[in-house]
């Protein structure tokens, strides 16, 4: 079904995931190289790379832009040439649908010597600032306006290196940076950079396009800028999220699941969370591991933090985690000031929430859970919860989830992928379901 804004999930509960977990790459990452491709006006291949719907729009605003882009989702590669970049405004209409297609601005402005861009979209889950960025642009000699929600950045001179440490460390700003040092007279350091595993893609691609750097995935980045970055390649890293949605899934079904232990290379808190639970993790003879476990879990604690802490955008499916745990769990969101939308949705399904302020909550479990009952997706992690909450359900039980196109966004093939793992999802028509409801303790 192509349309995402009448189409709905059915998802019958009672069923284990179980099996060989695939993920693709890292949707946080290959936003980001997309943008680094376009430093140069030769050619850049982007392997692995998410086919989800985000790509789809970046790919759109790419061809916008000029820039000759051949994008193969089947294959799940990418191949930019952006030596017809010609366009300085960032289309506002497909930009606003993503957060993102901030990381343009970087390659815009550097290549044309000005860019206009609206503030970016994506998930309303709370105030994303963008000061860190627009200070670094400025003090590489940028100029930046922001007036009726749009960016518009020029700069009249060689962009210079410098110096900054970031007040919050994060991973935009960072990769930011990190492009457009890449081409500064002399050398850029940045502090308190970002240390999240992305970041180390960003610099994988910049050396293979011939930049000087080094540093990614420690609190200091050094980069010796070059005169200019040619073509280059990358096989985007593994999605840690897409992984960690999955393997909650199949704790809370039941289930198990064996991977590469790439897989979970950057997931240790999250992994230590759920071993303190009561999931198992074993590492086979054939150098994978899996993971599996069996209800009732025991009650928790977690909040979340900046990598390597608990990642933010793996709260919300932690939460639908602590359901099929025995006992209160708690749950605290440090990042964003309105990440718990999912919160009144997990109501509705019958699972015992306590608020207890706009980022903290109390889960409860053995909870009364309610058939039938249609929720709503508003954000691409917080659909993903509820997900796996309809999928925890018993046997005979069904949930019906609306507004999907927001998981679609960050959970390439999510239905095949489950399906193929033993759930039972089918796609219906919101205009024609029925929702009948009953309760059932579990």
Request: glycine letters at 10%; proline letters at 5%; aromatic letters at 6%.
């Amino acid at each position: 079904m192509n349309n995402m804004s009448k189409a709905m999930l059915c998802v019958e509960g009672g069923y284990a995931l179980k099996g060989e977990m695939q993920v693709s790459g890292a949707k946080n990452s290959a936003l980001f190289l997309v943008a680094a491709a376009l430093m140069t006006d030769e050619q850049v291949t982007l392997g692995n790379m998410p086919a989800i719907t985000d790509i789809d729009i970046l790919h759109e605003i790419l061809l916008d832009l000029g820039i000759h882009s051949l994008w193969t989702p089947s294959e799940n590669r990418m191949v930019i040439e952006a030596r017809q970049l010609s366009n300085s405004v960032v289309n506002s209409k497909l930009s606003r649908k993503l957060r993102g297609s901030i990381a343009l601005a970087c390659p815009v402005l550097y290549r044309l010597n000005r860019c206009i861009i609206p503030y970016p979209g994506g998930d309303m889950i709370g105030k994303r600032p963008l000061d860190e960025m627009m200070r670094g642009i400025e003090m590489m000699g940028g100029d930046v306006e922001f007036a009726e929600g749009l960016f518009s950045i020029r700069i009249d001179r060689p962009l210079k290196a410098i110096e900054m440490e970031l007040e919050y460390p994060s991973h935009t700003a960072t990769m930011a940076l990190m492009m457009l040092g890449a081409v500064s007279e002399g050398r850029t350091v940045i502090t308190n950079a970002a240390l999240e595993p992305e970041v180390i893609d960003m610099q994988e691609l910049l050396l293979s396009m011939g930049a000087v750097m080094s540093g990614a995935g420690t609190d200091k980045i050094v980069i010796d800028g070059v005169p200019k970055l040619r073509g280059g390649s990358i096989e985007v890293m593994p999605d840690r999220l897409q992984v960690g949605t999955y393997i909650m899934g199949a704790l809370m079904t039941d289930g198990h699941l064996k991977m590469p232990t790439s897989y979970v290379e950057h997931l240790d808190k999250v992994l230590d969370l759920l071993m303190e639970a009561g999931a198992t993790c074993i590492k086979e003879s054939d150098g994978q591991i899996s993971i599996g476990g069996h209800r009732p879990y025991k009650a928790i604690r977690f909040e979340t933090e900046p990598y390597p802490g608990f990642p933010t955008d793996l709260q919300s499916p932690m939460m639908a985690f602590l359901s099929v745990c025995k006992g209160t769990s708690y749950a605290k969101e440090n990042i964003f000031e309105n990440r718990l939308l999912h919160i009144k949705e997990f109501k509705k399904m019958g699972i015992k929430v306590e608020i207890l302020s706009e980022r903290e909550v109390l889960i409860s479990g053995p909870n009364e859970y309610i058939s039938g009952t249609t929720v709503n997706a508003e954000e691409i992690r917080g659909g993903a919860a509820l997900l796996l909450c309809a999928l925890s359900m018993p046997l005979g039980y069904k949930t019906y989830i609306s507004n999907i196109g927001h998981i679609m966004r960050g959970y390439p093939s999510i239905v095949d992928t489950l399906c193929k793992l033993g759930a039972k999802i089918s796609f219906e028509d919101s205009e024609t379901s029925e929702t009948p409801t009953q309760t059932l303790k579990v």
